[in-house]
């Protein structure tokens, strides 16, 4: 009884539930692998009667249109993805490629599984906000058909009350235009290359005579004269395809400034995450200079293997994914602390999914090493723990929550504290979870979880958006000062 008393004082539930809305869709490509089927359908729409493509484009706007901007832009973007089966004899009117352009078009419903696990972060545009009052932005995992996930925003206020006011949603949803990195550091390139099994004579040869830093343009070229090369011809075409995979795996993409944050949808784009985007953690860092840039690990999945990568922005418009190299960087669930400690990057990660361990290193994008930070040690906790996002900074010590995995595969979120300038040191903790699902939380896609990604502090309060049985999330707070005085001190 004593036990359900504290975590009822120390953390409190706010009423507002996020729901997944299958009405949140995009579009995307639809293009037959076949190209025979491209052509045939072509063909189909080439002999259509001026009135016949005029009626069907027309009903096409007319059901459409409403629910995506710039429509007429996506259906025109997706003709020009198949305008070279387009017959050299063919003529087609700019009503007939419209219309092409939407039998190559389908909606996907982002969110029609699930939204949940989140993680939340100051917005970088706090003008004309009150004193006392903080603007944020919150991130999630939204699923849709497949189990592919992908990342979504929201933004809101949380007042000097500590109510917690989001904005409300647009009834669009959008993907942003993507772009090749400009830039590729050939260090780290090389790094993943190593540790990808896929650097050899041949890959060493591609690279070779490139810069310390090289665009994909650049990369290119040197792969047209590798083609020419006297090496055999499958393995020429292995190492190809495993350089273009990591060089596409490194991107920006862009959204129009016009789009609301609600809007913005960072849906996979890369082969190495063609099966999702999963549980991205947010941060926001302070460089040395104390400028501020924001950084979300998160864990690419094709299906078959998962990819560390990070990103990284500053307003949250444009974003740029890198792939992360070491013997360390190779789990999920890394976590970035939110500035540099003496002089090191430092993460929370995984490396056997029982654990949790910390990791320094002088590179961002590279982590050979990683330690033990804690095993389990609480029944409620034997199966697995792990980290629920980026510490965050208090004057007595790292505040980090981390997730315990009990009894029936139960997940309840705890609390620690580590030490300012070694958080190596794991120097209190508390002696119960400071929240577990109750009795509304319990039944979902995935029964008996609560999880965070990433947590916020405002004034004296913590706050913690939650994801529920991996479908639905909510908001929890809970005072840092109380929360503090709770921790047994080793």
Not at 403 to 427: C, F, N, T
Not at 461 to 473: E, K, S
């Amino acid at each position: 009884m004593r036990i359900k008393e504290q975590r009822k004082q120390l953390m409190r539930r706010r009423s507002t539930l996020l729901n997944a809305e299958s009405s949140r869709v995009i579009t995307r490509p639809h293009i037959p692998g076949d190209s025979a089927r491209i052509a045939t359908l072509i063909d189909r729409v080439a002999v259509l009667s001026d009135e016949n493509v005029q009626h069907l484009l027309e009903a096409v706007i007319q059901d459409f249109s409403g629910r995506h901007r710039n429509f007429r832009e996506t259906l025109q973007r997706n003709f020009d993805r198949i305008a070279e089966h387009v017959p050299g004899n063919t003529s087609l009117s700019s009503e007939q490629e419209l219309l092409l352009g939407a039998y190559f078009t389908a909606e996907y419903s982002v969110e029609a599984a699930a939204l949940f696990n989140p993680s939340i972060v100051p917005h970088p545009d706090q003008n004309g906000v009150a004193k006392g009052c903080q603007r944020f932005v919150m991130s999630f995992r939204a699923t849709g058909e497949g189990h592919v996930s992908s990342i979504e925003f929201r933004s809101g206020l949380v007042d000097d009350n500590h109510d917690i006011y989001f904005d409300p949603i647009s009834q669009y949803v959008a993907t942003p235009e993507m772009h090749t990195d400009p830039v590729y550091h050939r260090l780290h390139f090389r790094r993943k290359l190593e540790e990808m099994g896929a650097s050899d004579r041949i890959t060493d040869k591609l690279l070779k005579g490139l810069g310390e830093t090289f665009s994909f343009g650049q990369l290119e070229t040197k792969i047209r004269k590798l083609r020419s090369t006297k090496f055999r011809l499958k393995d020429k075409q292995h190492a190809i395809e495993t350089v273009l995979w990591l060089a596409r795996s490194n991107y920006e993409v862009i959204f129009r400034p016009d789009e609301q944050i609600s809007e913005r949808v960072i849906f996979p784009v890369s082969e190495n995450e063609s099966s999702g985007i999963e549980d991205a953690r947010f941060v926001r860092f302070q460089r040395d200079d104390k400028s501020i840039i924001y950084y979300a690990t998160y864990t690419a999945y094709n299906g078959f293997a998962i990819l560390p990568q990070i990103l990284e922005t500053t307003d949250f418009l444009t974003f740029r994914m890198h792939t992360i190299s070491g013997k360390a960087a190779q789990n999920k669930g890394m976590a970035l602390f939110p500035r540099k400690i003496d002089g090191k990057f430092v993460m929370l990660s995984r490396q056997d999914g029982v654990n949790n361990y910390i990791m320094f290193s002088d590179s961002l994008r590279h982590w050979p090493e990683a330690q033990l930070l804690q095993e389990p040690v609480h029944p409620l906790e034997y199966v697995q723990v792990g980290n629920c996002g980026s510490p965050v900074e208090t004057p007595e010590g790292w505040l980090a929550l981390f997730h315990g995995v009990g009894p029936m595969r139960k997940y309840s979120i705890w609390a620690e504290l580590l030490d300012l300038d070694d958080p190596s040191q794991v120097i209190g903790r508390l002696d119960e979870p400071i929240l577990t699902p109750d009795e509304h939380e319990r039944d979902g896609y995935v029964p008996n979880v609560v999880y965070t990604c990433g947590s916020m502090i405002h004034g004296d309060t913590l706050i913690v958006p939650y994801g529920i049985a991996d479908q639905r999330c909510r908001v929890a707070t809970v005072s840092i000062s109380e929360l503090l005085s709770r921790f047994k001190r080793r």
